[in-house]
């Protein structure tokens, strides 16, 4: 007997699209029959989600491509708010995460909002991985690629807890963010934000005071 899986793929580079289609149809099982829809962008997505919810038949298993193109009405910045969305309006759906990002900070706040079943590193990616990535999400999820396994394990290897707001702090910075500006990306004050960066420079070991040191350090532990 068939099995019909619904999937919904999200890319803005179509010949990206086309290529994650051909892997999938050509290496399912022979029961599986593939019913792939294409968004090229958040709005188009957000109209497939909801008809799919309003015919009663959800999709099984969602592509989003993290570097979208923002919404026409500007509520949604990115794939991550796309998979926020979907978590929220359909439960059930399995979502598989692609990303060209691979800095731990990326990885870790995507696992922490979405939790996806399956979660691929672009450049990590080839046909087969892809194709036991879905088996492995149909079947028994998570899946997740190399270089998120890798951060992953870094990070609990490293005894170190960092909230998210410090996590921010290491993040903007590695970005090229000064100090001073930090406040109006945190909603915290810069006099909190100097007491976060002493307590991340205690935590590190660090004592000359200078951010490339701090970053360096959180590097070597893969918090950037």
Do not use: W
């Not at 731990?104 to 990590?124: A, C, Q, V």
């Amino acid at each position: 007997m068939n099995e019909k899986i619904k999937i919904l793929m999200i890319d803005d580079h179509p010949i990206i699209i086309e290529g994650y289609q051909n892997t999938l149809l050509f290496t399912k099982k022979e029961s599986q029959e593939l019913v792939i829809d294409i968004a090229n962008n958040c709005d188009e997505a957000i109209s497939y989600m909801d008809k799919s919810i309003q015919r009663e038949v959800p999709y099984d298993v969602l592509f989003v491509d993290i570097s979208l193109p923002p919404s026409a009405d500007g509520s949604m910045s990115s794939g991550e708010d796309l998979a926020e969305y979907a978590r929220r309006i359909l439960p059930k759906t399995k979502i598989v995460v692609l990303t060209m990002f691979n800095e731990s900070f990326r990885i870790h706040n995507i696992i922490k909002t979405i939790n996806p079943e399956g979660f691929l590193i672009k450049s990590d990616l080839t046909s087969s991985e892809l194709a036991s990535a879905f088996q492995a999400v149909l079947n028994n999820p998570p899946f997740y690629s190399g270089t998120v396994n890798s951060h992953i394990r870094k990070t609990i290897a490293s005894d170190i807890v960092i909230d998210d707001k410090n996590r921010k702090i290491l993040h903007l910075l590695s970005q090229g963010v000064k100090t001073k500006n930090l406040a109006s990306h945190l909603d915290i004050s810069l006099s909190a934000i100097e007491k976060r960066k002493k307590h991340l420079r205690d935590i590190f070991d660090v004592n000359d005071g200078q951010d490339e040191t701090l970053l360096n350090e959180a590097r070597k532990k893969g918090f950037v």
